[in-house]
C-alpha cells in the first residue's frame, strides 16, 4: 500500500458475520490487529459498520426481516444486503452492532472517516413485504392526516380505488394493470425515506461516540431509487462509486456528469471518488478493460470535478466469492508484470502532489435542474410517451456543455438559482408551486432559463396544473402548448432556424401556441409547418426559451452556444476536441485541469504558464503537449 501511495482505506464493508459470528458474540482481533497495522504504516481507515450484508445467523433464526419484491417473492440470505429497510429486527441488529463498533474504535488512531452501510439501495431499493405494507401506511398518515386526504391525494375515485380505512392501503405491489400512479410515487418517496432512515440510526449512533469523525456513505452516481439531495444534507462529506464502461464512447461524459452531480449535492464541498475499479469489473455481460491510461485519466477527472480523494473497490483481487473476476489495486497475478498494478502505483505518486488542489472550489455559471421525485413521476407508465427519460434527456443538455468546457452545477428547482448566469430545465415534469416560483423569479430578476417540452406538467401529487400546458411556467415562457404530439421510433420532424440553419427533431412535437414567445425555429414540413418548434420569451429583465422537441446533437449544440454567449457565460479555455478542461480554485489563485479522453496527442494552447503539479515541471504559455489519455494539473503562474 505504501508503495502505491495508499492513505485511505475502506475496511470492513462486508464483514458482518466475521465481527458478530452469532449473536451478541463479538470477534474483533483480527479487527483491531488490521486496524493497528494500518495506522502503524501511516495509513488511516474509513471504517464501515459492516451492515450492508447482515449474517446468515439473523434471517436464519428471523425470516421475516428478509425481503419481499414486487411479486410477492422472498429474496433469500447468501448473496447481500438481503434485508428489508422497514424491518425492526434488521434496525435493532445494526444498531447494536455499530454500537460496538462506535465503542470499540471510536478513538482508534486510525480512524478518519465512518462508512455507514454500503451503497444502500443497492440490489434492493424497496421492499413490498407486509412490514414495509405497515410502516407505509404511518408514513401516509403523517403526510396526509386523514384518509379522505389521501383519498383526494390519490385521485381514488378513478378505477373505484377509494379508500374506507387505513389498512386497505398497500405497497403498489403486482397489480393486473398500472397501480394509481400518485400511490407509486409515494411509495418512492417512501422507500428512499425509510433506507435513509436506516442510515440515520446508525449515523447518529456514531455521532454519539465519535461527534468529530466524518460520517459519509457511498453513493451511486444518478441512482434513481434514493433522493439524493434529502440523502446529502446528512453527510458529512458525498462519496461516489463510479464504474464507467469502456466500450461507451460517451463514459467520459458520464462519469464528468456524475463528479458534477456530487459536487452540487455536497454544495461545492470537495467529495471523495469512494470507489472505481482499475481496469474491469465483473458484472456486466462482457467487461471491457480499461485502456491503459483511462484509469488514472478517469481519477484526475474526478478530481477536476470537485473530488479531494481518489479511493477503489478493491486492494486486493480475492480468491473465492462473486468478485474474483471485478479487477483490483492488486491482481491475482505477480505484480512485477502488471501494468495495472503500474499504473496505480503511478497514480498514487502524482496524487500526492496534488496537496495544493484540496479543499479549492469549482466555479461554475450554469445550474441544470434537477430533481429526483420528478425524475420518478415522469418514469412512471402510462404517458404520451415513455421513451422520455430523465437521465437521457438531462444528457442532451449536458453534452454540449462537456464538449465546449462550460461547467455546470445540478441544482433543484427550489434553490437560490441567482448566482447562475444560466438555468436549463430538461423536463421538469413534476413541479409544486415553490419550485414553480423559484424559477420565475430568477428569470424576472434578469436569469437566462432554457426549458425542455414536457416540462412543468402535474404538481407533487402527481395531478396535472390546469390551465394550459405548461401551466406554471406559461407566463415566464410566453406560450401554451395546444396539444402534445409524440413521434415513433425512427420518425423525425424537420426543423428550420430562423437564421436560415437546417436540423430536425425526433422523440417529441407539440403544438406551440405563443403569446408573447417569439419563434427562433420552426417545424418544416407535415402538419406542424412553420409552427413554433424554438422560442424566446423576454420576462421581467430575464429571458426564457422553449424547446418543443428533441433536437440533433448538431442544432442542440448550436442553439446552447448562442444562448450560453448571449448569458455572458463562456469555456474555461478554447480547447481542442476531446480535451476537458476545468479550473479550480482557491481565492484568486486557480488551478487548471488538462484532460485528453482521445488514444492520441493533441496540442493545446495555453495563455498561461505555471507548474504541473502531476509531475513539477515547469509548463510554459503557448502550444501545452498532451499524450495518448493524457492529464495535466497545472497550478497557473503562482
Ligand atoms: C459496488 C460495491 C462493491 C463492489 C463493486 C463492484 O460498488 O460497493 O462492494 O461490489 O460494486 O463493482
Redesign the pocket.
Known sequence: MQEAGVNLVSLA?FSWSRIEPAAATYDFAWLDRIMDLLHSGGIAVDLATATASPPPWLSHRHPEMLPITIDGVRLWHGARQHYCPSSPVYRDAARHLVEQMATRYASHPALAMWHVG??FG?HVPACYCDVSANAFRKWLQERYGAIEDLNRAWGTDFWSQRYSKWDEVLPPRRTPTWPNPSQQLDFMRFSSDELLACYEIEHDVLKEHSPGVPVTT?FMRFFKPLDYWKWAEREDIVTD?V?QDPSDPEAGMRSAMAGDLMRSLGRGRPWVLM?Q?SSR?N?REVNVAKAPGQMRLWSFQAVARGADGVMF?QWRQSRAGA?KF?SAMVPHGPVSSSPVWKEVKQLGQELRGLDAVCGSRVKADVAIVFDWESWWALELPSKPSIRIRQEAQLEEYYRPLFAANVVADFARPTDDLSGYRLVLVPNLYLVDDEGAAGLTSYVRNGGTLVMSFFSGVVDQFEHIHLGGHPAPFADILGLRVADWLPLADGEHVDVAFADGAKGHGDLWSEIIETSGARSLASFAGGHLDKRAAVTKHEFGSGAAYYVGTRLDRASMARFLHSVWTDAGVSPELEAPSGVEVMRRSVGHRSILFLLNHRDRAVDVPLAQAGTNLVDGSQVHAGLFRLGPYGAAVIREGW
Open positions: 464493508i454500503n451503497e443497492c457511498n462509486d464504474y470507489e475499479t469489473v458484472w473497490f468478485e471485478h
